[in-house]
């Protein structure tokens, strides 16, 4: 046993008062006359003995009232393993998870309600002079200090619901960092959230905790969850009047089958169409939706289910642009080529130029959606940056080689963007004997491809060698198997190579059929790089294509009266929009380049958070153990309070309680025996 104020035992001299008193039994005598006192001999020998033995046991009860008494003021207890209670100095840390899955719901209410009880038991324990510090997901400044109790309890008052997701990493960074600035007192950690398994990240913990942390996990009453996961256009390009069809994915991670739900989708505010659909417990299923494309050049949308409690994923926005051109440039190494112009000139939805080598504007890629690189047998070092740079950002690059290429240059230039380059030049005539039909570029190109299709031909052609590190897919594949035309994803673009010129002499890939869907498809495709939507985080940044920006203007995101200034920071041909926590809500927004509308920006949650399953106190235990971290532990009240287990489990088992009542017992004793002792 051990005591927090151990000064308080010096109490205990006071032990000899009673026992003074009771020595010198301060009574005045009276003396009284009696005739004969022989027949009182008997009887005064009898209540003599009596008398000591009451005043005796009056002594006993008093010394034992005043140690049980002095020992409750010393507040004893029994320790808890490898815990030392400090009586005072107590620093304490609090981590609150307020994401969105917290709004499920438990026995008392919301798990966040839950969560906030739980601190405010949990600061009971200690003493008003102990300092507190409250953290949340969304790492607000005036959170991140220590204050005194009666402030940290109304700090808790006022969290509330919040998009921002953080791993127990983060979270554990974060709060050991602010602990450093304290380095007087005990530290104490704690940590009461759902502790999901799509967010928390609680296998990825390696290093112990510092302080030691102490786990609050909460369990929801249902964990059933229908969601809208994502969604995306079946077509890369959308014409004004034409068409479309949205694809979306739903998730149930619940344990009911649906059948017969309602999918709405509405556009610029009003309602464009209506579908249902079908989901299995524990599975995903997609719907498609359709509509026609209006005539503005910007849209924006939305498309919602019903579901409930859990209800900020059941709506997903999106903003998309109707195309009236696509930008394509082609780099001439010799004269212009007459095949490509033929093919992208023929269709207004093309903004078709032909620029030759030695007059290359480099501030022109940023305007540009595909540039197609022809005929070069050299690439400087000048054109390949910014080459890669515009594919990095965004842009599509379409290689089509010279006829006598300097395979050093290329293979620098190919290999600094992780893409396969040329080896040697191959004279084998041979044909193209394979199609990649599922490759993007070939969708809806095929109803359905026949054994014996007529394949381009190949007299020559520059072997491709594979890179371990390479991303490329295959689109059209030679009989010997070597890559004919490939994609490669590089950055936020794609690359297509292709293993011969555009040039009679090595195939007629450009007088065939095949050559008019590869093309186009490439430009359509080189139009989408604005993503539909955005997922909101703490630092969102959102890039910008184009250098063509006014230094005097700029960017604000607008919606209904609510108006931010972004950080915007220029990298390379690209403009980034950094939002420092500044948007809380998941909607459609408007971006506008000083008073010019530049285009719509569509916010959404974090769908990780859909996903409701949460660790269970044993899965906590044994991943702790598996991963041998030892300065962590789990808290479950079980059938006590949480505040008696945590009394019990960090403060040890407190015995005031049982010597106050000792001390009361005596004490009654003392009086019954004054009282009825005669």
Partial sequence: MSFLYPGFLFALFAISIPVIIHLFRFRRFRTIYFPNIAFLQQLSEASDRESRLKHLLVLLARILTISFLVMAFSRPYIPAEDEAVSPEGNIVGVYIDNSFSMNARSAYGSLLDEAKTRAQELASIYMPADRFMLLTNDFEGRHQRFVSREEFLALIEEVELSPVVRTLTEVMTRKADLFSSEPQGRHRAYYISDFQKSTTGLEMLEDEPEPKAYFIPLEAARTDNVFIDSCWFESPVRLAGQPLSLHVLIRNDGSQNLSNQPLRLFIDG???AVTT???AAGSQTEAVVGWTAGNERFQQGWIEIIDYPVTFDDRLYFSY??????????????????YLGALYRRDDLFNYSSVPAFSID????????LIILNGFNQISGGLAMQLQRFVEEGGSLAVFPGTSINKASYSDFLMAMDVDSYTRLDTNSLRVSEINELHPLFEGVFEELPENIDLPRVSSYYAVSRQLRSSGQNLLVLQNGLPFFASYAVGEGAVYLSAVPIDDAFSNFQRHSIFVPVMVNIALHSNSRQPLYH?????????????GMGTDQVFALVRDGFRVIPEQRQAGNRLQLIFHDQLREAHNYLLFHGEELYGPLSLNY????????????????????????????VLVPGDRSLDQMLRDTIMGRQLWRFFIILALTFLLAEVAILRWWK
């Fill in 321 to 338: 642009a109707v195309s009236s051109e696509i930008n394509v440039l082609t780099l001439e190494a010799g004269q212009a080529n007459p």
């Fill in 270 to 272: 009003q309602q464009r």
């Fill in 606 to 633: 974090d769908r990780r958070e859909s996903l409701l399953e949460a660790h269970s106190r044993t899965s906590i235990e044994r991943i702790l153990a598996d991963s041998q971290i030892h300065t962590a532990s």
């Fill in 362 to 369: 480099y501030s022109a890629f940023a305007r540009q959606s």
């Fill in 277 to 279: 659909y079908d989901v």
């Fill in 535 to 547: 997922v909101l985080e703490p630092m969102l940044t959102v890039g910008i294509p184009g250098t």
